[in-house]
């Protein structure tokens, strides 16, 4: 099992960006998966996550309304379209896979997930 995050990089506040996290080896609708993010000197933090079968996505109110997840089954890629970025928004963002078959702490108690990719940074300035 492999995730990859890619597409961080350096954006002015009120910009967008694109984040893909490429799955491999394991077939991606049989797991939620979810966006962390972890800024310097904080916990991390959930950001959003899609169901298994139906990737339904659910969001932390933190981000609701501008940050939107999607499932591409075909080409394995869990998306994170970011929108309306603030610097507070400046963080590591990460992808990771739900171990089991559903929740018991809840998707943003971090000992859910089995798997985590290495994370790529995001920087919110002018």
């Known amino acids: 099992v492999q995730l990859q995050a890619s597409g961080g990089g350096l954006v002015q506040p009120g910009g967008s960006l694109r984040l893909s996290c490429a799955a491999s080896?394991?077939?991606?609708?049989?797991?939620?998966m979810s966006w962390f993010r972890q800024a310097p000197g904080k916990e991390r933090e959930g950001l959003a996550w899609?169901?298994?079968?139906?990737?339904?996505?659910h969001y932390a109110d933190s981000v609701k309304g501008r940050f939107r997840i999607s499932r591409d089954k075909t080409r394995k890629v869990v998306t994170l379209q970011m929108d309306s970025l603030e610097p507070e928004d400046t963080a590591v963002y990460l992808c990771?896979?739900?171990?089991?078959?559903?929740?018991?702490?809840?998707?943003?108690?971090?000992?859910?997930?089995?798997?985590w990719g290495k994370g790529t940074l995001v920087t919110v300035s002018s």
């Open positions: 899609v169901d298994s079968g139906d990737g339904k996505p």
């Open positions: 080896g394991f077939i991606l609708d049989l797991y939620a």
């Open positions: 990771a896979r739900r171990g089991g078959m559903s929740w018991y702490r809840g998707p943003w108690d971090i000992d859910e997930y089995d798997y």
